[in-house]
């Protein structure tokens, strides 16, 4: 008797290390797959602050871009203004203008009025465009690429890689496209 429970037991703990071998093997593979999924979020959370700064970016040009549209609008209306309430002489007094004086003053309010509306525009002109295109650096196509290539990286990582960054950035787009034409304005 003892030895069939002998036997018994043997065949039990056979097929105890059966199971555990099986799941040993199930808990590779969902290692595997939770170390893939970590992956992803983590290719994904580095898209979405990705997206996050592009927004950002957009959102502080535009912010500056209006500002300086607004004060070259208000310092354009100013000088009209003042060029048209200025006074060239006491109201007790009779008028002598000099011409020279007048004219002057006239060309230099003319040449502020054009600077200050030639910001506006180009201010208002490049918010349009950044406004317009600050949205196309965020597609799908690009997320999904971009989610391809660090899943890519990580299984091939070796020490000293770099990561994968977006092809396309509004801090790039910014530089070789609306730079110049914001110190213009800005200089204006």
């Known amino acids: 008797t003892w030895r069939t429970e002998d036997m018994e037991w043997r065949e039990e703990e056979r097929s105890f290390q059966g199971r555990e071998v099986v799941w040993r093997d199930w808990d590779r593979m969902w ?8 992956w992803l979020d983590n290719a994904r959370w580095v ?11 957009v959102e502080e040009k535009s912010e500056q871009l209006k500002t300086v549209s607004n004060l070259s609008a208000l310092i354009s209306g100013f ?19 000099n ?20 910001a506006m525009v180009l ?4 918010l349009a465009a950044i406004l317009k295109s600050g949205k196309n650096y965020v597609s799908e196509e690009e997320e999904t690429d971009f989610l391809f290539a660090c899943r890519r990286f990580c299984a ?4 000293g890689d770099r990561p994968p960054v977006p092809p396309r ?17 800005f200089r204006l």
Request: overall charge negative.
């Open 156 to 159: 091939h990582y070796k020490p």
């Open 123 to 126: 201010s208002s002109l490049m």
């Open 79 to 97: 000088s009209i203004v003042v060029l048209v309430e200025f006074q060239f002489h006491t109201p007790e007094e009779v008028p002598e203008q």
């Open 99 to 118: 011409l020279t004086l007048v004219g002057s003053y006239a060309v230099c309010t003319a040449i502020t009025f054009g600077c200050m509306i030639n």
């Open 31 to 38: 290692r595997a797959q939770d170390i893939e999924q970590r």
């Open 169 to 185: 950035t509004f801090a790039a787009h910014w530089d070789y496209r609306c730079e110049g034409s914001w110190r213009v304005a």
């Open 47 to 57: 898209w979405s602050r990705f997206m996050e700064k592009n927004r950002r970016d």
